[in-house]
């Protein structure tokens, strides 16, 4: 496989209301598969991989149960089953607005296919994955539960997921799409670059997400982003936001390039 890669996140900030359980957005995501879907049309070799978060969905479940600290009792694995479907049910209703869009989606269920070990990934069905990438099929997968070496069980964002598909598919490009026009610095400017030598001049500014959230908000992306780049030399990031109609299709054509790059 030898074709790059574009990975892109639906922020559960931007598909749920991260403050209203179970609130799924059907109208942004049906935008945002048009744009795909008309990207797609104007350079049928994109190839993507879409992960979306977990929004209202996950994190509420997740946050009751404390799931990501780990999974022991019989109560934290019936809290996990739960996070779980809760986690499956949005994936299912994002993969079925996608495929009404004739985006071919084919979802890679993390909680079935991750083993992790404190958190991070060991093994996820990588054939899988690449074979549906070599059918023309666009891989989805999201945040969701794992079954975890040392804790037992845990939480994995899409973040995690796209970190550990980066280390083995040729993906040279991530774009993380929510609420925000980027990440903002402390003034409320957008940054438009971030890399390791300006990150302490930024750090103070990055902070937890405005919903209900167990994985970290603008922080934890920032960080886990920035890790990632510094590992790979060719690998583009992008904070984007979803909410200005057209953009997505513009950006993936390399038409615009908006939001926050983060780069080694
Ligand atoms: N400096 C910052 N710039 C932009 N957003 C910030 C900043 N600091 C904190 N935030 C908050 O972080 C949020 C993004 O993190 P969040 O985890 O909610 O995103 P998401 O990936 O869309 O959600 P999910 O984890 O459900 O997929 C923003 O919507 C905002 O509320
Ligand atoms: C809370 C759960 C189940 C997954 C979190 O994944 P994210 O929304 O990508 O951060």
Do not use: C
Request: proline share 3%.
């Amino acid at each position: 496989m030898t074709k790059s890669i574009t990975l892109i996140k639906l922020g559960g900030s931007l598909i749920t209301d991260k403050n209203v359980q179970s609130s799924y957005k059907a109208d942004v995501v049906a935008r945002l598969a048009r744009e795909m879907k008309a990207a797609q049309q104007a350079q049928p070799d994109l190839s993507l991989v879409i992960g979306h978060g977990s929004g209202s969905f996950g994190h509420f479940e997740a946050k009751k149960h404390n799931t990501i600290a780990g999974v022991h009792t019989p109560e934290e694995w019936y809290g996990f089953t739960r996070v779980a479907v809760a986690a499956s049910q949005l994936s299912q209703y994002v993969a079925e607005t996608l495929l009404d869009a004739e985006l071919p989606v084919f979802r890679v269920q993390p909680s079935a296919s991750v083993v992790s070990d404190e958190g991070v990934i060991q093994q996820m069905a990588l054939h899988n994955i690449r074979t549906a990438l070599t059918m023309g099929l666009i891989p989805l997968v999201h945040g969701d539960v794992a079954l975890d070496i040392t804790l037992g069980g845990t939480i994995t964002s899409t973040e995690t997921i796209f970190a550990y598909l980066a280390r083995y598919l040729p993906v040279d490009r991530i774009l993380l799409i929510g609420v925000e026009s980027g990440v903002y610095d402390q003034t409320g400017s957008i940054i438009p670059h971030i890399t390791s030598h300006n990150l302490e001049q930024h750090e103070a500014a990055l902070g937890h997400s405005a919903g209900v959230d167990v994985t970290g908000g603008m922080y934890t992306k920032v960080m886990d982003m920035l890790a990632l780049a510094n590992v790979r030399d060719q690998l583009s990031v992008r904070i984007m936001s979803g909410t200005e109609p057209g953009l997505l299709t513009q950006t993936l054509l390399n038409k615009a390039e908006p939001g926050t790059l983060i780069t080694g």
